[in-house]
């Protein structure tokens, strides 16, 4: 007995209307992948033309940088410690530099060295996978094109994100660009269940963690961890005992090979961590107040609504946080859309989003916030390791991003029955209207209130005079007066949609045009400053006559720079007794707190032979010598110790606080004693009838080797950071590295001629590899399952989705 043909199957006349819907649907999607990807090439055309950016943050770890990849493209070797900055420092550990454990950097590499592509193609492709991925996971979540296209647009371009990868902050964004595809992976996972997802997710969560910035990762896995637990609510609810099961299976199993692929590096960093100052304060943690000094000050809530509110960075910036270059702004039709989204949609979506913007902007509160951000601090693991708390934002942006999409879906969507008399857009156009005489009368308002405000502004920063304070009231003006009116046009092109005088099509291209103005004359004013040309660029490296005068000299020494963040010498292979980075090491933080680089004695001890100085030293300074005499001048500081010596007497103290107090108050003599702070007995030394010789054999990054001879027993005192490491042999035989004038290395030496040789071998790095091996072949063993069990159900169509993550078409809108 024949069947008559189901309804939407192939060879009928439904099935042909319904394959030429979903044919026009591909090319939709198309176009709003296309769109999102345009429109963030234009929003950083200067790196498309091959520009690069330019700031403090970009250059300072660049001059390590140079030196360290020239290690590594001459074949010597991969730099796991850095001994240009402070007295050393793990680089690998510390996350300062670590090429090549990305997996993408290799092509990165190709395309710029081989195929010529502009030097920040690197920074550009995380900005077009932020919004390509945000386009897939809106529509994931239900979205139509337009509004997907719009969501990413507001997400890869709003000023924060700009910011951070125009100030030198590459790391930053490349992993917050993971956070869109991690949320799609996962989703998939969680309403299909298939190992192949599962397997992506993982991947994907391991080359986040392999970008290096372990705060974002932190917030992101928050994040996901949140939506777990409210998908699995949802699903135990429902009965679906399963899918919730699976839901919060599946973010551990995936979490934990993610993990697993990258503890190559995170073991290094972690075992750093407890030698750094993220590790010495409160809880073994950074310290409470250290950690919230980049505190979001509640009132500052209203940058989201006028940018300028609180100026626009530098002078102008009278906001709360010790400075800022721009303003947390994510555009005020895109936070509109995502209020109305959040009052009149519904289903578990939008209450986890929600949720998580509120939770975000709270905890980016701060100090301000102190219960809740001290409960985290001291109970939530490893959240004690961050500081700038104002940096969860992120998800604060990545959640308006999505409601604010959702948002512009349902707010174009028509009812399908609208009462008599009744305009479905009427309620749109009054709001148009009212957001233009709002934003006028904010600006009329900002206006009549300016002098109190200037006054407010110059009490609140030191730095802030009445021009720089006029100068942010008149910002702030202008912007209140244009948030309206990009509010007013975009309220105004849906109002006309509902009405039906103008395609929905029409409509969506024009809120996403309004964004796109609005955040442009924001984001220019971040990017434009930063731009240069890479010949600008080059030109913080080039050899100046002083440098040129440093290099002439073949001793190891260290130098104290001009400015306290001068990395650049490391370039050319000069060691700073100073430099930068936001985990330095403990023991040296402790000695600058509370010795400091108060005398020529106290540099003398560390090694410092010069002195960079932009002015003369007065004539009665005992220990200096000029000799370079140039814009930039070079004292010699005479009698500085060399890197390494002996010494033939060791002084026994109660602790590393009587150390300290007594190398601040210059109670000892460094040359010819060392300080012993340890419990242990020290070794036997004895007085030498004839001088030391200590010869440096090799020096590099991660070792060192030393000719010493000595008539009678000794200490070998190296003036590097004490780090447990390091390991040493003395003529092959394994010796012990003692912690001596409280952060130096020594080494017992016996009577004669000894070849002394420190190697850095993180012992955590070999058991990492050996973990992020195995779980690397389990995920390719779980892709494999999943391709398996996928030819396997090809015969038939994929079970519809169950609902773990329902968009605005299942939730319902008004």
Same mark, same amino acid.
């Given at each position: 007995?024949?069947?008559?043909?189901?309804?939407?199957?192939?060879?009928?006349?439904?099935?042909?209307?319904?394959?030429?819907?979903?044919?026009?649907?591909?090319?939709?999607?198309?176009?709003?992948?296309?769109?999102?990807?345009?429109?963030?090439?234009?929003?950083?055309?200067?790196?498309?033309?091959?520009?690069?950016?330019?700031?403090?943050?970009?250059?300072?770890?660049?001059?390590?940088?140079?030196?360290?990849?020239?290690?590594?493209? *001459?074949?010597?070797?991969?730099?796991?410690?850095?001994?240009?900055?402070?007295?050393?420092?793990?680089?690998?550990?510390?996350?300062?530099?670590?090429?090549?454990?990305?997996?993408?950097?290799?092509?990165?590499?190709?395309?710029? +060295?081989?195929?010529?592509?502009?030097?920040?193609?690197?920074?550009?492709?995380?900005?077009?996978?932020?919004?390509?991925?945000?386009?897939?996971?809106?529509?994931?979540?239900?979205?139509?094109?337009?509004?997907?296209?719009?969501?990413?647009?507001?997400?890869?371009?709003?000023?924060?994100?700009?910011?951070?990868?125009?100030?030198?902050?590459?790391?930053?964004?490349? *992993?917050?660009?993971?956070?869109?595809?991690?949320?799609?992976?996962?989703?998939?996972?969680?309403?299909?269940?298939?190992?192949?997802?599962?397997?992506?997710?993982?991947?994907?969560?391991?080359? +986040?963690?392999?970008?290096?910035?372990?705060?974002?990762?932190?917030?992101?896995?928050?994040?996901?961890?949140?939506?777990?637990?409210?998908?699995?609510?949802?699903?135990?609810?429902?009965?679906?005992?399963?899918?919730?099961?699976?839901?919060?299976?599946?973010?551990?199993?995936?979490?934990?090979?993610?993990?697993?692929?990258?503890?190559?590096?995170?073991?290094?960093?972690?075992?750093?961590?407890?030698?750094?100052?993220?590790?010495?304060?409160?809880?073994?943690?950074?310290?409470?107040?250290?950690?919230?000094?980049?505190?979001?000050?509640?009132?500052?809530?209203?940058?989201?609504?006028?940018?300028?509110?609180?100026?626009?960075?530098?002078?102008?910036?009278?906001?709360?946080?010790?400075?800022?270059?721009?303003?947390?702004?994510?555009?005020?039709?895109?936070?509109?859309?995502?209020?109305?989204?959040?009052?009149?949609?519904?289903?578990?979506?939008?209450?986890?989003?929600?949720?998580?913007?509120?939770?975000?902007?709270?905890?980016?509160?701060?100090?301000?916030? +102190?219960?809740?951000?001290?409960?985290?601090?001291?109970?939530?693991?490893?959240?004690?390791?961050?500081?700038?708390?104002?940096?969860?934002?992120?998800?604060?942006?990545?959640?308006? !991003?999505?409601?604010?999409?959702?948002?512009?879906?349902?707010?174009?969507?028509?009812?399908?029955?609208?009462?008599?008399?009744?305009?479905?857009?009427?309620?749109?156009?009054?709001?148009?209207?009212?957001?233009?005489?709002?934003?006028?009368?904010?600006?009329?308002?900002?206006?009549?209130?300016?002098?109190?405000?200037? +006054?407010?502004?110059?009490?609140?920063?030191?730095?802030?005079?009445?021009?720089?304070?006029?100068?942010?009231?008149?910002?702030?003006?202008?912007?209140?007066?244009?948030?309206?009116?990009?509010?007013?046009?975009?309220?105004?092109?849906?109002?006309?949609?509902?009405?039906?005088?103008?395609?929905?099509?029409?409509?969506?291209?024009?809120?996403?045009?309004?964004?796109?103005?609005?955040?442009?004359?924001?984001?220019?004013?971040?990017?434009?400053?930063?731009?240069?040309?890479?010949?600008?660029?080059?030109?913080?490296?080039?050899?100046?006559?002083?440098?040129?005068?440093?290099?002439?000299?073949?001793?190891?020494?260290?130098?104290?720079?001009?400015?306290?963040?001068?990395?650049?010498?490391?370039?050319?292979?000069?060691?700073?007794? @100073?430099?930068?980075?936001? !985990?330095?090491?403990?023991?040296?933080?402790?000695?600058?707190?509370?010795?400091?680089? *108060?005398?020529?004695?106290?540099?003398?001890?560390?090694?410092?032979?010069?002195?960079?100085?932009?002015?003369?030293?007065?004539?009665?300074?005992?220990?200096?010598?000029?000799?370079?005499?140039?814009?930039?001048?070079?004292?010699?500081?005479?009698?500085?110790?060399?890197?390494?010596?002996?010494?033939?007497?060791?002084?026994?103290?109660?602790?590393?606080?009587?150390?300290?107090?007594?190398?601040?108050?210059?109670?000892?003599?460094?040359?010819?004693?060392?300080?012993?702070?340890?419990?242990?007995?020290?070794?036997?030394?004895?007085?030498?009838?004839?001088?030391?010789?200590?010869?440096?054999?090799?020096?590099?990054?991660?070792?060192?080797?030393?000719?010493?001879?000595?008539?009678?027993?000794?200490?070998?005192?190296?003036?590097?950071?004490?780090?447990?490491?390091?390991?040493?042999?003395?003529?092959?035989?394994?010796?012990?590295?003692?912690?001596?004038?409280?952060?130096?290395?020594?080494?017992?030496?016996?009577?004669?001629?000894?070849?002394?040789?420190?190697?850095?071998?993180?012992?955590?790095?070999?058991?990492?590899?050996?973990?992020?091996?195995?779980?690397?072949?389990?995920?390719? @063993?779980?892709?494999?399952?999943?391709?398996?069990?996928?030819?396997?159900?090809?015969?038939?169509?994929?079970?519809?989705?169950?609902?773990?993550?329902?968009?605005?078409?299942?939730?319902?809108?008004?």
């Amino acid at each position: 007995m024949s069947r008559a043909p189901r309804r939407g199957a192939p060879g009928t006349a439904s099935g042909a209307r319904h394959g030429a819907r979903e044919s026009e649907r591909a090319v939709d999607w198309r176009w709003a992948y296309a769109a999102a990807a345009i429109l963030v090439l234009l929003f950083f055309y200067p790196i498309v033309g091959g520009s690069v950016f330019i700031s403090p943050d970009s250059v300072a770890p660049a001059g390590f940088a140079k030196i360290a990849m020239e290690e590594i493209h *001459t074949g010597r070797g991969y730099p796991l410690w850095n001994p240009y900055h402070f007295l050393g420092m793990p680089s690998f550990g510390s996350l300062a530099f670590v090429p090549y454990v990305y997996p993408p950097d290799p092509i990165f590499g190709f395309l710029n +060295q081989t195929l010529r592509f502009p030097d920040l193609t690197w920074l550009l492709a995380h900005y077009l996978l932020l919004a390509v991925s945000m386009v897939a996971l809106l529509r994931a979540l239900g979205a139509g094109p337009e509004a997907a296209a719009f969501g990413a647009v507001t997400l890869a371009v709003t000023p924060n994100l700009v910011a951070v990868g125009a100030f030198g902050h590459g790391s930053q964004i490349m *992993t917050a660009a993971y956070l869109p595809l991690l949320f799609l992976l996962y989703d998939r996972f969680a309403r299909r269940g298939s190992l192949l997802w599962l397997a992506g997710f993982a991947t994907a969560a391991a080359f +986040q963690l392999l970008r290096g910035h372990v705060q974002i990762v932190f917030y992101s896995w928050l994040a996901l961890t949140g939506y777990a637990v409210f998908l699995a609510v949802a699903a135990a609810r429902e009965g679906r005992g399963g899918d919730a099961g699976r839901a919060l299976g599946g973010l551990l199993a995936g979490l934990l090979l993610g993990f697993g692929m990258s503890a190559f590096l995170y073991l290094p960093v972690h075992e750093y961590s407890k030698l750094s100052i993220r590790g010495g304060g409160e809880a073994g943690g950074a310290g409470l107040a250290y950690a919230t000094s980049w505190s979001f000050h509640p009132r500052e809530v209203l940058t989201f609504l006028i940018p300028g509110m609180f100026g626009f960075g530098g002078r102008t910036y009278w906001g709360s946080m010790p400075f800022t270059d721009y303003p947390n702004y994510m555009g005020i039709v895109p936070l509109g859309l995502a209020v109305f989204a959040a009052v009149r949609t519904r289903g578990v979506l939008r209450a986890y989003l929600i949720a998580l913007a509120a939770v975000a902007l709270l905890v980016s509160f701060g100090k301000h916030f +102190q219960p809740l951000y001290s409960l985290l601090y001291y109970h939530l693991p490893f959240f004690n390791k961050f500081r700038v708390p104002v940096m969860i934002l992120v998800l604060v942006q990545f959640a308006v !991003a999505i409601l604010a999409a959702l948002g512009l879906e349902a707010a174009l969507r028509r009812p399908d029955a609208v009462a008599k008399g009744r305009d479905p857009g009427a309620a749109w156009l009054k709001g148009a209207l009212f957001a233009a005489v709002g934003g006028v009368g904010v600006l009329v308002l900002l206006q009549l209130l300016a002098p109190s405000l200037q +006054q407010v502004a110059m009490r609140s920063r030191p730095g802030v005079d009445s021009a720089a304070a006029r100068a942010a009231l008149d910002m702030a003006s202008m912007d209140a007066a244009k948030s309206g009116l990009f509010l007013a046009a975009a309220l105004a092109a849906i109002g006309l949609a509902r009405r039906g005088r103008i395609r929905r099509l029409a409509a969506a291209l024009l809120v996403l045009l309004v964004t796109a103005i609005d955040l442009w004359t924001i984001d220019r004013r971040i990017i434009d400053p930063q731009v240069a040309t890479e010949r600008q660029y080059d030109a913080n490296f080039s050899e100046t006559p002083e440098v040129a005068f440093l290099r002439s000299d073949s001793t190891q020494f260290r130098v104290l720079p001009l400015r306290w963040d001068d990395s650049r010498l490391a370039a050319f292979g000069i060691a700073s007794v @100073l430099g930068y980075h936001p !985990a330095k090491p403990r023991l040296y933080q402790a000695f600058m707190d509370t010795v400091g680089l *108060t005398s020529v004695a106290i540099l003398q001890s560390l090694n410092v032979k010069y002195i960079l100085t932009d002015g003369y030293y007065p004539p009665d300074v005992v220990g200096v010598a000029l000799r370079h005499d140039g814009s930039i001048k070079v004292y010699e500081v005479e009698g500085a110790l060399p890197r390494a010596y002996l010494v033939h007497r060791v002084r026994r103290v109660r602790d590393d606080s009587v150390a300290l107090a007594m190398m601040r108050t210059g109670m000892f003599e460094p040359r010819a004693e060392a300080l012993w702070s340890s419990p242990e007995t020290p070794p036997a030394v004895g007085e030498p009838q004839m001088r030391d010789s200590v010869q440096t054999i090799r020096y590099g990054f991660n070792e060192a080797e030393y000719l010493v001879s000595t008539q009678a027993p000794g200490l070998l005192v190296t003036v590097e950071e004490y780090d447990p490491d390091w390991t040493v042999t003395v003529d092959g035989s394994r010796a012990t590295i003692h912690r001596v004038n409280y952060l130096m290395r020594g080494v017992a030496i016996p009577v004669g001629v000894h070849r002394v040789r420190y190697e850095y071998s993180p012992r955590s790095l070999a058991a990492g590899a050996r973990i992020s091996l195995a779980s690397g072949v389990a995920t390719l @063993l779980l892709a494999a399952g999943g391709l398996w069990l996928g030819r396997r159900r090809s015969g038939g169509r994929d079970a519809a989705p169950r609902g773990a993550m329902s968009g605005p078409d299942r939730e319902g809108t008004p």
